[in-house]
């Protein structure tokens, strides 16, 4: 198992996912600076471990992907949900026109007004990251912790949100580098582990049932002297058979055919019950079904002619 999680490609879904945060975070520092240089006001939080839902009043519960326009267009001083707060958690917007609960800190500076308040009395309460965009000082600053921190550049805010959000400064793969990774790089633990798994399919395979059809030919034995048969109602038998894998797979349909013993049997028509004691099987298969399972035999002294029925 641990050979397998360690060499599977599966991980290039973490690598995607990654990347597609990556790219989100790109998208909305654009965004939030673009919202700052036209005067219009935001908040959003981004949610941490502890999820800080119990501390947001009012709003509207959503579930919408978190495209960066999408977030500028509900911070538009003509939607109904702009003074309130946009909530992210697990990668969805998951609530809009929140209402936050504001700090009752006395030393905050008077030039903050409800956002940047109501920022920091959620990250007192919580470990979420707020994004606030002044509208009247065209500024981004995040709230963290209690604390404020203004960014003047979109490239350090940039690589903070990806620190803070976990997302390492790699680009999507390559379909090249996919091949590369899956293929060549530590080819030996990955021919092993495929041996490995190859083998145990193979075993396991063999031990499963599975299930054959056949048309088994009648064979008629110990034919009574001076009696021939003068027809049967059928020549085969149609059999579905069940057993292992492997036994099934070694079985050969010429060996396998219908027995029917008409020994002291006397002239006329006789009805005989097919069962599997009328089949000879190799030993591990069994017979799930006959059809038909009467065979009517027609017996009559050798050297008159042919009854008819």
């Known amino acids: 198992k641990q050979v397998l999680e360690k060499v599977s490609p599966l991980r290039f879904l973490r690598s995607r996912k990654n990347a597609i945060q990556g790219a989100f975070t790109k998208g909305l520092v ?3 600076f673009e919202m700052a240089d036209e005067g219009t006001g935001a908040l959003i939080v981004l949610a941490g471990e502890n999820n800080p839902e119990e501390f947001i009043d009012s709003g509207h519960t959503i579930m919408a992907i978190p495209e960066p326009l999408l977030i500028k267009s509900i911070f538009n001083k003509h939607s109904p949900f702009h003074d309130g707060a946009v909530f992210i958690a697990h990668d969805r917007i998951v609530k809009v026109g929140g209402i936050l609960p ?5 030393n905050i500076p008077k030039e903050y007004g409800t956002r940047h308040r109501a920022a920091l009395g959620l990250s007192e309460l919580s470990d979420s990251l ?9 500024e981004v ?4 912790n209690g604390k404020i921190k203004i960014w003047s550049e979109p490239e350090f805010l940039a690589a903070q949100l990806r620190k803070w959000l976990g997302v390492p400064d790699t680009a999507l793969p390559m379909f090249q580098d996919i091949l590369k990774e899956v ?7 990955k021919l092993s582990a495929f041996a490995i798994v190859l083998l145990a399919w193979i075993v396991l395979a063999g031990q499963q049932e599975v299930t054959q059809n056949i048309n088994a030919p009648i064979r008629l034995i110990n034919q009574p002297s001076g009696m021939v048969v003068d027809k049967a109602s059928v020549k085969s038998v149609h059999l579905k058979l069940a057993g292992k894998r492997s036994t099934m797979n070694t079985m050969r349909e010429q060996d396998i055919h219908i027995q029917l013993n008409l020994r002291d049997m006397a002239e006329g ?4 019950q097919l069962t599997a004691k009328n089949v000879d ?3 591990g298969i069994k017979i799930k079904r006959v059809n ?13 002619d042919r009854i008819t029925h």
């Open 281 to 283: 099987l190799p030993i």
């Open 292 to 304: 038909p399972d009467v065979v009517k035999i027609f017996l009559k002294a050798s050297g008159r």
């Open 183 to 189: 293929f060549v790089r530590k080819w030996k633990p």
């Open 102 to 106: 504001l700090s009752k800190q006395d």
């Open 141 to 144: 600053s995040t709230i963290q």
């Open 130 to 138: 707020c994004i606030v965009v002044s509208e009247e000082r065209s």
């Open 30 to 32: 654009k965004i939030v």
């Open 269 to 272: 028509e006789h009805i005989l």
